[in-house]
């Protein structure tokens, strides 16, 4: 069983900075894409980052290009998702997932294993 645990949620001000981390249990992290989705309030469950087992592509929401950043150590089992330029529109939770394999995908449903979530809360 993979858990994967985020961390680096919490409030600011529009125009500012956050970091979020996943960190994933197992030994095997390389080989699996990770995703950030995130859900607000009376919202479905959204696509946000992706990123390939060896972090070589990246894959962004056309509402967060430009402004955040998907990134990940795989000798730590980790990924992050560095937001910048925060609008109160991003406010939500954020959920990290496990990829079905090494090529990330938009869907939810190509997700397998998820996060606990971790609430971003930007203030205008």
């Known amino acids: 069983q993979v858990q994967l645990v985020e961390s680096g949620g919490g409030l600011v001000q529009a125009g500012g900075s956050l970091r979020l981390s996943c960190t994933a249990s197992g030994r095997t992290f390389s080989i699996w894409a990770m995703g950030w989705f995130r859900q607000a309030p009376g919202k479905e469950r959204e696509f946000v980052a992706a990123?390939?087992?060896?972090?070589?592509?990246?894959y962004y929401a056309d509402s967060v290009k430009g402004r955040f950043t998907i990134s990940r150590d795989n000798a730590k089992n980790t990924v992050y998702l560095q937001m910048n330029s925060l609008k109160p529109e991003d406010t939500a939770v954020y959920y990290c997932?496990?990829?079905?394999?090494?090529?990330?995908?938009?869907?939810?449903?190509?997700?397998?294993?998820w996060g606990q979530g971790t609430q971003v809360t930007v203030s205008s």
């Open positions: 997932a496990r990829g079905r394999g090494f090529s990330p995908n938009m869907g939810a449903r190509d997700y397998d294993y």
């Open positions: 990123i390939t087992g060896n972090g070589g592509r990246t």
